[in-house]
Protein backbone atom coordinates (compact mmCIF):
# COMPACT_ATOMS: atom_id res chain seq x y z
CA UNK A 1 0.00 0.00 0.00
CA UNK A 2 1.36 3.24 -0.47
CA UNK A 3 2.88 5.15 1.98
CA UNK A 4 0.87 8.33 1.46
CA UNK A 5 -2.44 6.25 1.39
CA UNK A 6 -1.01 4.54 5.14
CA UNK A 7 -0.86 8.08 6.55
CA UNK A 8 -4.19 8.80 5.51
CA UNK A 9 -5.80 5.49 7.05
CA UNK A 10 -3.74 6.50 10.22
CA UNK A 11 -4.98 10.15 10.25
CA UNK A 12 -8.49 9.29 10.08
CA UNK A 13 -8.18 6.67 12.93
CA UNK A 14 -6.58 9.50 14.61
CA UNK A 15 -9.05 11.98 14.25
CA UNK A 16 -11.99 9.50 14.67
CA UNK A 17 -10.66 7.63 17.95
CA UNK A 18 -8.66 10.45 19.71
CA UNK A 19 -7.17 9.22 23.35
CA UNK A 20 -9.69 6.68 23.29
CA UNK A 21 -12.93 5.17 22.26
CA UNK A 22 -14.87 5.40 25.22
CA UNK A 23 -18.09 4.11 24.56
CA UNK A 24 -16.54 0.63 23.73
CA UNK A 25 -14.27 1.09 26.67
CA UNK A 26 -17.04 1.60 29.09
CA UNK A 27 -19.93 -0.24 27.56
CA UNK A 28 -18.37 -3.85 25.63
CA UNK A 29 -16.00 -5.71 27.97
CA UNK A 30 -12.14 -6.05 26.68
CA UNK A 31 -12.48 -9.79 26.71
CA UNK A 32 -15.80 -10.28 24.05
CA UNK A 33 -15.13 -11.44 20.30
CA UNK A 34 -17.79 -11.17 17.83
CA UNK A 35 -17.85 -11.67 14.06
CA UNK A 36 -19.21 -8.58 11.73
CA UNK A 37 -20.19 -8.51 8.07
CA UNK A 38 -19.93 -5.48 6.02
CA UNK A 39 -23.16 -6.02 3.69
CA UNK A 40 -24.13 -3.96 0.99
CA UNK A 41 -27.59 -2.70 0.98
CA UNK A 42 -27.59 -1.27 -2.83
CA UNK A 43 -25.75 -2.73 -6.08
CA UNK A 44 -22.42 -1.22 -6.94
CA UNK A 45 -18.94 -1.80 -7.71
CA UNK A 46 -15.87 -2.23 -5.15
CA UNK A 47 -13.03 -0.12 -4.50
CA UNK A 48 -11.47 0.12 -1.44
CA UNK A 49 -11.11 -3.18 -0.07
CA UNK A 50 -7.34 -3.18 1.09
CA UNK A 51 -8.19 0.04 2.74
CA UNK A 52 -10.97 -1.20 5.30
CA UNK A 53 -9.12 -4.53 5.90
CA UNK A 54 -6.30 -2.12 6.69
CA UNK A 55 -8.41 0.28 9.12
CA UNK A 56 -9.49 -3.02 11.14
CA UNK A 57 -6.25 -4.75 11.15
CA UNK A 58 -4.60 -0.88 12.55
CA UNK A 59 -7.69 -0.52 15.40
CA UNK A 60 -6.21 -4.30 16.78
CA UNK A 61 -4.12 -6.41 14.90
CA UNK A 62 -6.08 -9.27 16.58
CA UNK A 63 -8.36 -8.75 14.06
CA UNK A 64 -8.81 -11.10 11.17
CA UNK A 65 -10.72 -9.87 8.20
CA UNK A 66 -11.79 -11.83 4.95
CA UNK A 67 -12.54 -9.73 1.70
CA UNK A 68 -15.45 -11.43 -0.50
CA UNK A 69 -15.21 -8.89 -3.28
CA UNK A 70 -12.31 -7.27 -4.57
CA UNK A 71 -11.85 -4.04 -6.44
CA UNK A 72 -13.44 -3.78 -9.88
CA UNK A 73 -15.96 -6.52 -8.62
CA UNK A 74 -19.52 -6.02 -9.18
CA UNK A 75 -21.99 -6.87 -5.88
CA UNK A 76 -25.31 -6.41 -5.56
CA UNK A 77 -28.43 -5.62 -2.91
CA UNK A 78 -27.55 -8.23 0.08
CA UNK A 79 -24.17 -9.38 -0.90
CA UNK A 80 -21.94 -9.40 2.05
CA UNK A 81 -18.29 -7.85 0.77
CA UNK A 82 -16.54 -8.44 3.74
CA UNK A 83 -16.15 -10.55 7.03
CA UNK A 84 -14.22 -9.13 10.09
CA UNK A 85 -13.72 -11.21 13.56
CA UNK A 86 -11.97 -11.25 16.73
CA UNK A 87 -12.26 -8.44 19.82
CA UNK A 88 -15.62 -6.66 20.05
CA UNK A 89 -14.11 -3.38 20.84
CA UNK A 90 -11.79 -3.35 17.66
CA UNK A 91 -14.69 -4.21 15.37
CA UNK A 92 -16.41 -1.03 16.92
CA UNK A 93 -13.90 1.29 17.09
CA UNK A 94 -13.01 0.55 13.81
CA UNK A 95 -16.46 0.51 11.94
CA UNK A 96 -17.11 4.17 11.40
CA UNK A 97 -13.31 4.92 9.27
CA UNK A 98 -13.81 1.31 7.15
CA UNK A 99 -17.19 2.38 6.14
CA UNK A 100 -16.40 6.00 5.14
CA UNK A 101 -13.34 5.14 3.18
CA UNK A 102 -15.15 1.86 1.36
CA UNK A 103 -18.43 3.87 0.80
CA UNK A 104 -17.05 6.56 -0.80
CA UNK A 105 -14.76 4.85 -3.07
CA UNK A 106 -17.50 2.35 -4.36
CA UNK A 107 -19.60 4.97 -4.85
CA UNK A 108 -17.01 6.21 -7.29
CA UNK A 109 -16.05 2.98 -8.96
CA UNK A 110 -19.78 2.84 -9.29
CA UNK A 111 -20.42 6.39 -10.80
CA UNK A 112 -17.42 5.43 -13.23
CA UNK A 113 -18.69 2.09 -14.09
CA UNK A 114 -21.91 3.66 -15.62
CA UNK A 115 -19.86 6.00 -17.67
CA UNK A 116 -18.43 3.69 -18.76
CA UNK A 117 -21.38 1.22 -19.78
CA UNK A 118 -22.85 4.14 -21.55
CA UNK A 119 -20.30 4.90 -24.45
CA UNK A 120 -20.83 1.69 -25.85
CA UNK A 121 -20.06 0.43 -28.12
CA UNK A 122 -17.86 3.22 -29.12
CA UNK A 123 -14.14 2.76 -28.21
CA UNK A 124 -13.68 6.05 -25.82
CA UNK A 125 -12.14 5.97 -22.88
CA UNK A 126 -13.61 7.84 -19.82
CA UNK A 127 -11.01 10.06 -17.95
CA UNK A 128 -10.96 11.66 -14.33
CA UNK A 129 -9.74 15.02 -13.35
CA UNK A 130 -7.95 16.79 -10.49
CA UNK A 131 -11.12 17.72 -9.16
CA UNK A 132 -10.65 15.13 -6.04
CA UNK A 133 -10.94 15.33 -2.52
CA UNK A 134 -7.54 16.90 -1.23
CA UNK A 135 -5.82 14.58 -0.12
CA UNK A 136 -7.53 11.52 -1.04
CA UNK A 137 -6.39 11.66 -5.15
CA UNK A 138 -4.34 8.84 -5.12
CA UNK A 139 -7.62 6.64 -3.45
CA UNK A 140 -10.22 8.42 -5.59
CA UNK A 141 -8.34 7.86 -8.89
CA UNK A 142 -7.54 3.91 -7.82
CA UNK A 143 -11.57 3.92 -7.48
CA UNK A 144 -11.78 5.29 -10.80
CA UNK A 145 -9.59 2.51 -12.57
CA UNK A 146 -11.29 -0.08 -10.38
CA UNK A 147 -15.03 0.69 -11.84
CA UNK A 148 -13.16 0.78 -15.44
CA UNK A 149 -12.36 4.54 -15.85
CA UNK A 150 -8.76 5.66 -17.27
CA UNK A 151 -6.55 8.14 -14.65
CA UNK A 152 -5.36 11.37 -16.64
CA UNK A 153 -2.73 13.28 -15.32
CA UNK A 154 -2.12 12.59 -11.26
CA UNK A 155 -1.15 16.11 -11.01
CA UNK A 156 0.37 19.24 -12.15
CA UNK A 157 4.00 17.40 -12.02
CA UNK A 158 3.05 14.38 -14.96
CA UNK A 159 1.70 16.21 -17.62
CA UNK A 160 1.56 19.81 -19.25
CA UNK A 161 -1.83 20.79 -19.78
CA UNK A 162 -1.84 24.40 -21.68
CA UNK A 163 -5.15 25.58 -20.51
CA UNK A 164 -6.78 28.98 -21.69
CA UNK A 165 -5.56 30.87 -18.75
CA UNK A 166 -1.53 29.83 -19.40
CA UNK A 167 -2.54 30.82 -23.68
CA UNK A 168 -3.78 34.56 -21.76
CA UNK A 169 -0.46 34.87 -20.25
CA UNK A 170 2.09 33.22 -23.33
CA UNK A 171 -0.35 32.21 -25.77
CA UNK A 172 1.43 33.27 -29.19
CA UNK A 173 2.29 30.20 -31.16
CA UNK A 174 5.91 31.18 -31.48
CA UNK A 175 5.76 31.63 -27.24
CA UNK A 176 3.79 28.27 -27.24
CA UNK A 177 6.47 26.47 -29.41
CA UNK A 178 8.96 27.45 -27.82
CA UNK A 179 7.88 26.76 -24.66
CA UNK A 180 6.81 23.02 -26.29
CA UNK A 181 10.44 22.93 -27.41
CA UNK A 182 11.72 23.32 -23.78
CA UNK A 183 9.60 20.75 -22.54
CA UNK A 184 10.59 18.22 -25.10
CA UNK A 185 14.76 18.97 -24.26
CA UNK A 186 14.67 18.67 -20.14
CA UNK A 187 11.40 16.60 -19.58
CA UNK A 188 11.68 14.20 -22.27
CA UNK A 189 8.72 12.00 -22.41
CA UNK A 190 6.44 14.05 -20.75
CA UNK A 191 2.80 14.30 -22.40
CA UNK A 192 1.93 17.98 -23.58
CA UNK A 193 -1.87 18.93 -24.23
CA UNK A 194 -3.31 22.17 -25.26
CA UNK A 195 -7.16 23.22 -24.43
CA UNK A 196 -9.13 24.39 -27.31
CA UNK A 197 -12.54 26.41 -27.25
CA UNK A 198 -12.99 26.56 -31.08
CA UNK A 199 -12.00 25.35 -33.85
CA UNK A 200 -10.26 28.24 -34.96
CA UNK A 201 -7.81 27.80 -31.88
CA UNK A 202 -7.54 24.33 -33.06
CA UNK A 203 -6.41 24.88 -36.20
CA UNK A 204 -4.22 26.96 -35.14
CA UNK A 205 -2.37 24.57 -32.65
CA UNK A 206 -2.74 21.91 -35.31
CA UNK A 207 0.24 23.63 -36.75
CA UNK A 208 2.60 23.33 -33.48
CA UNK A 209 4.84 20.36 -33.73
CA UNK A 210 5.47 18.27 -30.29
CA UNK A 211 1.82 18.25 -29.49
CA UNK A 212 0.87 14.83 -28.40
CA UNK A 213 -3.20 15.76 -27.22
CA UNK A 214 -5.94 18.55 -27.44
CA UNK A 215 -8.77 19.07 -24.91
CA UNK A 216 -11.69 20.45 -26.76
CA UNK A 217 -13.75 22.46 -24.28
CA UNK A 218 -17.20 22.70 -24.45
CA UNK A 219 -17.97 21.99 -27.72
CA UNK A 220 -21.39 20.55 -29.02
CA UNK A 221 -20.99 17.68 -30.90
CA UNK A 222 -21.18 19.08 -34.25
CA UNK A 223 -17.97 21.27 -33.39
CA UNK A 224 -16.58 17.84 -31.81
CA UNK A 225 -16.92 15.89 -35.34
CA UNK A 226 -15.52 18.64 -37.22
CA UNK A 227 -12.44 18.61 -35.01
CA UNK A 228 -12.08 15.14 -35.54
CA UNK A 229 -12.33 15.62 -39.16
CA UNK A 230 -9.86 17.91 -39.02
CA UNK A 231 -7.54 16.11 -36.74
CA UNK A 232 -7.19 13.76 -39.27
CA UNK A 233 -6.24 11.36 -36.64
CA UNK A 234 -2.93 13.41 -36.06
CA UNK A 235 -3.22 14.03 -32.26
CA UNK A 236 -5.53 12.57 -29.24
CA UNK A 237 -8.57 14.02 -28.73
CA UNK A 238 -10.56 14.56 -25.62
CA UNK A 239 -13.48 16.56 -24.75
CA UNK A 240 -14.81 17.95 -21.70
CA UNK A 241 -17.50 20.18 -19.86
CA UNK A 242 -20.22 19.20 -18.74
CA UNK A 243 -21.27 16.00 -19.74
CA UNK A 244 -23.36 13.54 -18.67
CA UNK A 245 -24.62 9.95 -18.52
CA UNK A 246 -27.24 11.37 -21.12
CA UNK A 247 -25.24 12.74 -23.11
CA UNK A 248 -22.20 10.84 -23.08
CA UNK A 249 -22.58 8.45 -25.65
CA UNK A 250 -23.70 11.23 -28.21
CA UNK A 251 -20.11 12.94 -27.34
CA UNK A 252 -18.49 9.57 -28.10
CA UNK A 253 -20.39 8.98 -31.23
CA UNK A 254 -18.37 11.95 -32.96
CA UNK A 255 -14.83 9.68 -32.93
CA UNK A 256 -13.37 11.58 -30.00
CA UNK A 257 -10.64 9.78 -28.32
CA UNK A 258 -11.13 10.15 -24.63
CA UNK A 259 -14.13 12.02 -22.63
CA UNK A 260 -13.04 13.51 -18.86
CA UNK A 261 -15.79 13.91 -16.70
CA UNK A 262 -14.98 16.13 -13.36
CA UNK A 263 -17.96 14.72 -11.84
CA UNK A 264 -16.38 10.79 -11.53
CA UNK A 265 -15.09 12.05 -8.16
CA UNK A 266 -16.54 15.55 -7.35
CA UNK A 267 -19.94 14.20 -7.14
CA UNK A 268 -20.27 10.46 -6.65
CA UNK A 269 -22.80 9.91 -3.49
CA UNK A 270 -21.47 7.21 -1.10
CA UNK A 271 -22.81 3.77 -1.49
CA UNK A 272 -25.32 2.50 1.24
CA UNK A 273 -23.00 -0.36 2.89
CA UNK A 274 -23.35 -0.88 6.65
CA UNK A 275 -21.84 -3.49 9.24
CA UNK A 276 -23.73 -6.26 10.88
CA UNK A 277 -22.71 -8.24 14.27
CA UNK A 278 -23.34 -11.92 12.72
CA UNK A 279 -24.83 -14.28 15.47
CA UNK A 280 -22.77 -16.68 16.92
Known amino acids: MELTTESLIRDALAEDIGPGDVTAAYFVPAAMVSRAEIRAREPGVIAGMEIAQRVFELVDDRLQTRALKLDGQPFVKGDVVLEISGPTRGILTGERTAL ?3 QRLC ?8 YV ?9 VWDTRKTTPGWRLIE ?8 GTNHRMGLYDHVMVKDNHIAANGSNEQLQAAIDRVRVERPGTRIQ ?9 ARFLNLSGVNMLLLDNMGCEKLREAVAMNAGRLWLEASGGITL ?11 NAISVG ?7 ALDLGLDFVAA
Open 100 to 102: NFL
Open 246 to 256: ETINDVAATGI
Open 263 to 269: ALTHSSR
Open 141 to 148: KAAVKAGG
Open 117 to 125: EAVKPHPVE
Open 194 to 202: LECDTLDQM
Open 107 to 114: GIATQTRR
